[in-house]
């Protein structure tokens, strides 16, 4: 699978550009502000929905404007495909093939891919919201029965959770019976997706770096015991005199973590910033790895400012895994050594693309 080009209409500061792209390596660069990390922005909400900077879509649209427009052309499975989606602040049009879809989670998996960002540093130093998310973007790009399960639980829980706001308790049990069966599917889908991180994180690291370091991958689940339906719902029961007191679910896979250990110890805190940015190239480049595996195609491989995750002979190391990688962006604001084994590069300056030397490839 590769992406052929993109289009872009009132998209932060891009007004109105297209973009052609190689099916291998794409370097972009351009100064800071430029556009460059909009283009993965971009990239990455049509593959989830979902951006990696913003919980709010309307941050997306051009300041000037009351909408956005996405246009993708990709090939997959040897067919080019269009994946569209414009956004005016109040209602949402997504159409794949010409066909409209529904939801932002109906585009999960249509053209997956992976991105490796600055902020990425918060699945170590950050909060256990971010390695959630982290987890279920992972595992819905690949699973539409993971996705099924996650939202079937989000509604049972805000149906518990008003439950509780209005202090009445009657007929609660019809919905922490689902909670309890759709957490077992993703309890058990997200303690599996960690191990396969965790072995492909240390085969990684040891290309990586010459350093010995023992990182380690934990699951935290918020229930405890077995994974089984009538564990969680004895759970759920006991919980409940504690949640209505604080009107809300404090038990349950929205409040699952998992720790990144360093020799026993939280990276957090005991990690050098090396040792951080080494583990993190790992834990996206095994991402990969493992969505590939998972979805039987190449998903896109984006690194934005790759200066900030490896220095110079970790970046000759990246060339070994361009090999293996189906196409990638990477984002610049310069880098010779870079550019040497590049095939399109793409200058951006001000939300336009001012030059490129990407052939047409569709």
Known sequence: MHLVSLKLRNFRNYKEET?????????????????????????YFLSTGRSFRTNLLKDMIHKDHSLFFIEATFVKDGVTQTLKVGYDETNKKIEHNATELGSFSNMLGIMPSVIFSPKDIHLISGSPQERRRFLNLHLAQSDPVYVY?????????????????QKKLDG?????????????????ERKNALSKLENLVKLKMSSLSNAQDDFKINYQPSLSGKFDNASFIKQFEKMRPKELLCKSTLVGPHRDDFHILQDN?????????????TFLSALKFSEWNLLKESTNA????????IGMHLDQTRKNLLKDYMSSFSQVFL??????????????RIEIADGKIKSSTSPLSV
């Open 19 to 43: 973009v052609t792209f190689d099916p291998k390596i794409n370097l972009i660069i351009g100064e800071n502000g430029a556009g460059k990390t909009n283009l993965l922005e971009a990239i």
């Open 149 to 165: 399960h996650l939202l079937r639980y989000t509604k049972a829980l805000k149906q518990r959770n008003a439950f509780f706001k």
């Open 172 to 188: 609660i049990e019809c919905y922490e019976e689902e909670m309890a069966l759709s957490s077992i599917y993703l309890m058990t």
């Open 265 to 277: 110890n939280l990276a957090k805190s005991y990690a050098s910033e090396g040792q951080k940015r």
């Open 298 to 305: 190449s998903p896109i491989m984006s690194i934005d400012d």
């Open 331 to 344: 984002t610049v604001p310069s880098d010779p050594l870079i550019e040497e084994y590049t095939k399109c």
